[in-house]
Every structure is written in C-alpha cells, then in structure tokens.
C-alpha cells in the first residue's frame, strides 16, 4: 500500500483544495460522436462512457472526445478528425434545414441551425434560455430530432427550461443528457447557478439513456425517474442540495460512475453495495460522518473520493475492495487508518489534513469565574483626534470612517499614547501590481516600529474600511518606510453599532495582525489561486472560473515550486468596439507566474474555455490565436503555431514549459498582435470624467472632482442642493494610480502656497475607488473687478511608461498635457469686495454701434433660429476653439436650439469690448459658412437701422454739415 505524505502534492485534488473549487465531473465531452450511423441499444456497453486515457480517468478533470466503433467500443478521435466529421454534419444539414427555420427569438439573430445542431447532436448550452430553442425545433423537424443521441441544455432560464422537460420524453434515441448550471456568468461575474428542481416521470421512456449529468441545480432528492433507466452507465449530480439519497438506488445495476460532489449528505444508504458494476465513486464535499459497511461490496471499485467530509473511522470492509486503486481521504477527522487497508498492495492513499496519530480531542474546559475574558474597554474617536492612550487592560478603538484597531489586555505593558492619521494617496504610501485597484486611503498608525508583547487571547488587530470590489482579492499591504509587504488578511463585517453612512450599513473591514505600527493600505486585487507542485506533480483549479485548469505531470520539476494563477474576465462587446472586428471573441486572461521562475522539465497541460459563443464543431481552428504576453517588455506574441493546440467541445487545451501572460483570441482580421496591446491596456484603464463644481452660497469656493465615467451621474445630483457648475468634461482616459493637474486660468488665480500646488496647479492621483476630489479659494486676476470669467484646465503629470499610442496622440492645446477644461464665473464684487451671489441682471444684449451697424437682442434671437445645423462651421468662423465648441455641444447635446443661442450670444458677449465692426464680422462669417442668405438679411437689418439713426439726428439738429444730407439740398 503506498500512502501519500502531507508534504507530498501529485494528487490532482491538491490542485482543488488550492483553487477553492473541486469539479471531477467534468464528462462534458465524454461520447461525441460525429457520425451518421444508428447505435442500438445492444452496442451501448458498459465502457461506452469511459475515457480512453487512463491518467486522464484517474483525474476526471480533462475533456476526452470519444465515438463509437461499429463493434460498440470506444476509440479516440483527434481534434481533426472530429472536426472533419462535424463539418461535414453541420454542412449537410444546414442545406436541408436552416433556410427554411428561423431560430430567432430565441437565439441571437447571429445562431444559424447549423451551429447548434448535427446529425445526432444538439447543443442549446451556449445561449442563455437557448433551452426554448428545443419545443421549437420539435414542432419543426421533429423527424430529425428524434434520432437525438445528445442533448445539452442549460438550466438558468427557467421558463426556458419548463418548456424543454415537456420535449425530452419524446427523444427515445438519446444516450446522453446534460441539464447544467453555471454555463452563464451575470453582470459582476459570477456564475449562474441552475434552477433545476425535478424531472418529469416521464423521462423514464429513454431506455437508451446512459450518460445524464445534472450538475449546479437545485436537487434536493434523487429523481426517481432516473431509477427507471436501465442503461445508465454514467450519473453526476455534483453541486446540488441532496441530502439523502433514495434506498432504491440500488437499482442502477449497470452503473459504473458516481459523482455527488458538493451535495449536503449525512449518510449513504445500504443499498449502495448493491452498485456491482461502479467503477468511481466520488462523494467529496459533503457531510459525511460514516459509511456503512455495505460499501466493501463493490468488487469493481476503481476509485473512491472521500474528501472534505466529517469521517472520524473507516469501515473494515474497505479491504475487500481488491480493485480499488485510489483512496481520497484528505481533509476528514480521521486519526487512525484500518489495518485492512494495507492488504491492498496497489492502492494509492492522499490522506493529507487529518489528525492521523493525534489522540482524541477532548471538549474544552469552561473558563473559571476569575479566569474569564475581561470586558475590553470601547474607545470612539471623532475626526479631530489623533491620539488616544491604551492601558495594559487593552481597547477596541473605533477610528472615524470605519477603522477599527483591537488591543487585548496585556499587549502593552503600561498606559501608552498612539496617534492615528488617514493620509491622502501618494505614490509614498501606495504601491499597485498589475490591475490593482485601491480600496482605502493609507492608515498611519504612529509611533512607527512600536513592538505590542504577545498575549495567549489574540495578537493586535488592525482592521481597515474597504469599499469591495467583485472578483477582487481583497488584501492589506503594509509600508514600514522602506518596503512593501502583503498581510495575511480576513474580511469580516464592522460593528452593527459603529456604522459609516446615514444608513446604518456596517463598514466591510479587512483585518490583519501586526506587530507593529506603520502605513496600512486595502487593495483589490485579482483572485490568487496557488498551489505547490513537487516531482510527483499537481492539478490546479481557478476559484474564480472553474474552467480553467493546470495540469502539472510527474517530473515536471525537481523541486518544489508555489504556482500562482489569476484569472481575469475580458468584456467581448469592449474587444469588438476596440478592434472594430464584429466576429472577435477572447477567453479569459491567464496570469501565470512561479517561485522559482525555472522552466519546467515536462511540459504542462493548460485548460481554457473556448471564447463566448463559440463551440468545438462550430469554431474555424484557423481564426484561433494563442498569445503570450511578456510583462516587463508590454508585448505580446502570437505562439500558435509553436505550441499544441487542440480544441473540444467547449474548451481549448494547449502545452507549455513556462509561465506568463496566456491570452486566447478568436479574429476574422490578419492582424492582432497590436490590437491585443491595445485591449490590454484599456483593462487597465478608465474612462474618467471631471467636473468643477461651485458652492451656491460662496462662488469662490470651488469642488474639482475626477470620477469614473458610470458615477459621474449619481455625484451630480447628490451635489446639486449645494454647488453649481457646468456639464462634466468629455471622456478621457486614465490608469489607476496616475497623476494628473488642475490649473486655474483666464482671470481666476489660486494660493500657489498650498502644498499640493506645483508649478501653479494643483496636483491629484487618480483612485477609482477614491474621491479625488479638493475644495479650494479662487480670486480674481491682478486684482480684476466686476464678473469674471474664467476656467479650469486639467493636464496629465508625467507620462505613464506603458500608456498606449492612441492615448499619448490624443492632445490638444497649448499644453501638450491637455485632458479637458471647463469654465467657471465668478460674480461682481460689490462695495464691501464681497461676491454678489444673486442672479446677475445683465442688460440687453444689442450688438455693434449706431455707426457701423447694430443688431438688438430680438435681431439676434431671430437670426439664431435660422442656423440649424450650420453652427459648428458658423462657430469656428467666429473664432471659436473645436475644444468650446464640444464643450457647448456636450451641455445641450439634446437641446439644438439652446446650443445654437449659446455659442451665438457667448460670442455676442464676447464682442461688447471690441470695438465697432462686430455686425460686420459676424456678416463675414455667415458669408464663409455658405450662408450668404443670413449675411443678407442682416446686412437689411443694419441697413434699417443706420436709416433710422440717421432720421432721429435730423430730427434732433444733430446731423454734421458735410453730410449726405447737404448734399442732397444742393
């Protein structure tokens, strides 16, 4: 008998435990046949839902492809040839059905027939409620669909799936069945589970049925339906909510795979020695506390999975089990192992994270009455203080915004006063990986390097406010003023009585223990999944996408190496609208690194799902691309032709000896190394807007703010009560953690003595997850008098080592710095050199003199409404920036009537100071833009005007003698 150490990690379920998600039930393409001809049930043998691979049997993690022979066994079919046979299905039945069938609703308008259905093949798990697809195609081709053999649909959709179960009991030729969960993933990311609850009885007329999963449901009993089917072979209900299995299961004589993984079992019936012909048996995760003895009569046994249960004792039966080769008993209570398991020379035994050896625990004694925990002391500190004292008794003190820092009696050795102090972001005190995302300001916790003695109740605790991310590792990293390090972190929620919004919601906390005071930060970071992986090898699953699987053979390396895998989600419709390619598709991004960076002696298998939409018989293999990403240089390869490459039903697999940047990409367009660049970094970056914002009852006091382009709304109108201000700034594109300007121009000055001021302009890091935000004083300019008007300009800080082309292109200005700029007012001073805060009263807006040619303000409004769609040339004729003319028609982009008046009367205001000659301007510019007829009908304006002065000066005496008007008496 060979056991496996607690240092030794070959076994596959090592990988599982790492990866927080444990899937042996992966028979998603186990029997796909391509081929057209009949099976009868005579030639469905008992090994049809084998692998043929014995390692990969042994894992049940790898997707084999299987078909049938005309003698009934199973044989390998290679991805090309697989793919050769699909093709020619799908190409033959597309001509006879897909003209004359519409799946659209409810599949995407894109979804031809031909991609969901072969000769014997349907596939309806790729389209959320593509499950209604199937009474459809039924009261359409029902010829067709009754020589079925496969069928996978999804469960997530319940209307859709109601309307599917009334369809299966007519499929009399199926031989496999999947009604699965977790196929979708929702908007934050996260799976969806299954809302399968039942069968219908009638399911019991498939005689042929010999391969069902119905894994991530909703199951809380066995269908009894299932009882009924004499040639199951293959059963997996992982991830349900079975807590008791039926005693009549031992009617599935024929059975020979079992897999109840993640259910709510206590126990497991009798009836299950009755199983004569199961091979696997897999009831990991559940609550399993004993097994009867019943179990040692399953002579045929191969592997049985035991793993993360309650066993406290092995039954002696198991040494009866002669064709058991693989024993999983990790992760139980079991302290000792039954002698009869070591007459079993061949069996394989992972018996890591038990007690072995231990003696019995014995319940823990009731403290006495003086020795009980003392009552901790609260403290609760307001804003203004920064220190507070902390005896030997020991403190929770609650920190303004949610912090907490828990003392416990006996860390300090006498009365000891600490200070605390949230500091603003700087690149000091902040330090982001690859797409890091801060979640709090830096805590300084003072005096630094301060030792707390250790305690037998717990160590100091620092637990710090946190706004939560999905799909985000959320961790502390300490600064001790000359290194960063990464605390071992837990999440927890704040105290029901100390909460940080008028709602009452607890703060999320991240808590870590230290040891000692210095800077503190809460970062999100993608999802780490680790693992070691000795000579005898390893298997690792994503926690976050469970599709994604590592596979580290024996001897692939001569010493023991921690792996280290992230899985980051990429937005299809974001690729598309990037790369305008409409056909586009990318799976997940791997990030894979290890200590120590050696390559590996044996190459080693990586798992990945095939890009949305896409499935192993639909996919051009000649559109797939496999890149590699090099972290320190930003570029990526195209390795597809240098790496085995195969694609399954639903998942791409491919070999490589070392770790980096992995990124499959499916394209209609040649090129994509360039456009994978640019992809990569838009993850990284975000479309940002600002705004500047001024307070109503005091116009010199302005708020600038940067935010995320989907919170700029809500802060709007949070704010509209207090502040006044201009539309936010156009989009603009910003990495977290860089450092942008706010400069003050055009009449408006600020205090150049402010610390964050350098060179004139006020200095911002920009933090999605922050408000980057100041309140500051303008004045006017040199002292300058009455309204005046100016602007905010916010320029980029130092270029950014990776910023892509495109956005380093994108400039305009004086400044080559420039992001964006908008205006600000301030109003008049009055005699006291106070603002007049009321609405100003401004009189009539009447352009140009008497002399020269004058327009009233109704003049101007009429000539306004004949503009139309002519004003952005009629604008830069009168000299208006591109910049101002975006920012006027991003604050009336519904309102073309209202953009039109205010670039019309903004540049009127602009014209009282310039002396005469605007009416004739503003005709030359109507006349450049093409609308001659406009400069026409001002020209009479004027015309009219200077007739009418000229008869009120005669009227008055007023007229010069060597006017016209002498002349005309001569």
Avoid at 465 to 486: C, F, L, M, Q
Avoid at 516 to 537: L, Y
Avoid at 582 to 610: E, G, R, Y
Avoid at 663 to 686: E, I
Wanted: proline share 7%.
């Amino acid at each position: 008998m060979e056991k496996i150490c607690e240092e030794e990690n070959g076994n596959d379920e090592d990988g599982d435990e790492a990866g927080g998600c444990r899937l042996e039930d992966d028979h998603d393409a186990v029997a796909l046949p391509c081929r057209d001809e009949e099976v009868g049930s005579s030639q469905i043998l008992e090994k049809d839902w084998d692998f043929v691979d014995n390692e990969q049997l042994e894992s049940e993690r790898t997707v084999g492809v299987q078909r049938h022979s005309d003698d009934g066994d199973a044989v390998f079919v290679s991805p090309s040839g697989f793919m050769d046979n699909c093709t020619r299905s799908i190409s033959s039945l597309s001509s006879s059905s897909s003209s004359v069938l519409c799946l659209t609703p409810p599949l995407p308008s894109s979804v031809e027939l031909s991609a969901v259905l072969t000769d014997t093949r349907l596939t309806l798990d790729i389209y959320l409620g593509g499950a209604s697809a199937l009474p459809l195609l039924w009261s359409s081709i029902p010829g067709h669909l009754r020589g079925l053999r496969y069928l996978r649909l999804g469960s997530e959709d319940e209307r859709a799936l109601d309307s599917a179960l009334g369809v299966l009991a007519y499929l009399t030729e199926l031989r496999s069945l999947a009604i699965r969960g977790h196929c979708f993933y929702d908007a934050q990311g996260n799976p969806m589970p299954g809302l399968l609850t039942t069968l219908p009885t009638s399911l019991v007329s498939l005689s042929l049925l010999g391969h069902v999963d119905l894994s991530f449901n909703q199951l809380s009993v066995l269908p009894l339906c299932l009882l009924s089917l004499p040639a199951l072979s293959a059963l997996l209900l992982c991830h349900n909510c079975i807590s008791e299995l039926s005693p009549d299961i031992g009617q599935l004589s024929g059975l020979n795979y079992l897999s109840l993984i993640g259910n709510k079992l206590v126990s497991l019936p009798a009836s299950i020695g009755q199983l004569k012909e199961l091979h696997t048996l897999d009831v990991s995760d559940n609550l399993l506390e004993v097994l009867p003895n019943e179990i040692g009569s399953l002579g045929e046994l191969v592997k049985l999975g035991l793993s993360h249960n309650k066993l406290k004792r092995l039954p002696e039966t198991l040494g009866s089990l002669d064709s058991l080769r693989e024993l999983l008993i990790f992760s139980n209570d079991l302290r000792v192992m039954p002698p009869c398991l070591n007459e079993l020379p061949l069996l394989k035994i992972d018996a890591r994270d038990n007690p072995l050896g231990q003696p019995p625990s014995l319940p823990p004694l009731p403290p006495a009455p003086d020795e009980a925990l003392p009552n901790i002391p609260e403290l609760h500190l307001l804003f203004n203080q920064h220190s507070f004292s902390v005896t030997s008794a020991g403190c929770h003190v609650f920190l303004p915004g949610g912090a907490q820092l828990l003392f416990p009696p006996g860390c300090l050795p006498k009365l000891t006063t600490l200070q605390w102090a949230e500091r603003r972001p700087q690149r000091k005190w902040v330090l982001l990986e690859e797409h890091d995302i801060l979640l709090s300001r830096p805590l300084e916790l003072r005096p630094h390097g301060i030792k707390f003695l250790k305690t037998f109740l717990q160590p100091v605790e620092v637990c710090i406010a946190h706004h939560r991310k999905k799909w985000k590792e959320v961790v502390v990293r300490k600064y001790d003023g000359n290194s960063w390090s990464t605390l071992p972190t837990s999440l927890r929620k704040g105290c029901e009585r100390h909460t940080i919004s008028s709602l009452g919601v607890p703060s999320r906390l991240a808590c870590c223990s230290v040891s000692q005071f210095s800077w503190f930060i809460v970062v999100g970071r993608p999802v780490r999944d680790s693992c070691s992986v000795s000579p005898a090898g390893a298997f690792l699953v994503s926690s976050t996408d469970p599709r994604v699987k590592l596979h580290f053979p024996p001897d692939s390396t001569n010493q023991t190496r921690t792996i280290t895998l992230q899985v980051l989600q990429v937005s299809v419709s974001e690729v598309q609208a990037l790369c305008g390619d409409p056909q586009a598709s990318v799976s997940p991004l791997l990030c894979l690194s290890q200590t120590p960076s050696l390559h590996f002696l044996q190459p080693i298998k990586v798992q990945v799902p095939l890009p949305p939409g896409l499935t192993g018989h639909t996919v051009d293999k000649s559109c797939l691309c496999l890149l590699h990403g090099d972290p320190t240089a930003q570029t990526w390869t195209d390795i597809t032709s240098q790496v085995s490459l195969y694609v399954t039903h639903l998942y791409a697999i491919f070999y490589i000896t070392h770790f980096s940047w992995y990124w499959l990409w499916y394209r209609t367009q040649s090129c994509v190394s360039g456009m994978v660049r640019k992809v990569y970094q838009r993850l990284k970056q975000f479309k940002v807007q600002f705004m500047v914002l001024q307070r109503k009852t005091d116009p010199a006091q302005v708020l600038l703010q940067c935010l995320p382009a989907n919170k700029v709304e809500d802060r709007i109108q949070s704010l509209s009560n207090q502040y006044d201000g201009p539309q936010p700034s156009d989009l603009c594109d910003l990495l977290e953690g860089e450092q942008f300007f706010a400069g003050f121009e055009r009449g408006l000055e600020i205090c150049t003595d402010r610390p964050d001021c350098v060179g004139g302009r006020l200095c911002f890091v920009f933090y999605s997850s922050l408000k980057n935000l100041k309140e500051v004083y303008i004045s006017p300019a040199n002292g300058l008098r009455g309204p005046v008007r100016g602007e905010v300009s916010f320029y980029r800080g130092e270029f950014p080592s990776g910023l892509p082309e495109e956005v380093l292109r994108k400039r305009k200005g004086h400044d080559s710095q420039w992001l964006a700029t908008l205006p600000l007012r301030l109003p008049a001073l009055d005699a006291e050199n106070q603002y007049i805060t009321d609405e100003l009263q401004l009189p009539p807006l009447n352009l140009g003199d008497p002399e020269s040619g004058y327009l009233t303000e109704a003049n101007l409004l009429s000539i306004s409404l004949q503009i139309g769609q002519d004003w952005r040339m009629i604008g830069i004729n009168l000299g208006f920036s591109y910049q101002e003319l975006e920012r006027i028609q991003y604050k009336y982009r519904d309102n073309l009537g209202g953009l039109i008046l205010d670039m019309l009367f903004h540049w009127a205001r602009g014209q009282k100071s310039a002396g005469p000659g605007a009416v004739s301007r503003l005709m030359a510019a109507m006349i450049e833009s093409g609308r001659r007829d406009l400069a026409e009908e001002i020209e009479d304006i004027v015309s009219l005007g200077k007739q009418k002065y000229t008869e009120s000066l005669r009227r008055v005496g007023l007229e010069a003698e060597d006017e016209p008007l002498c002349e005309s008496q001569q």
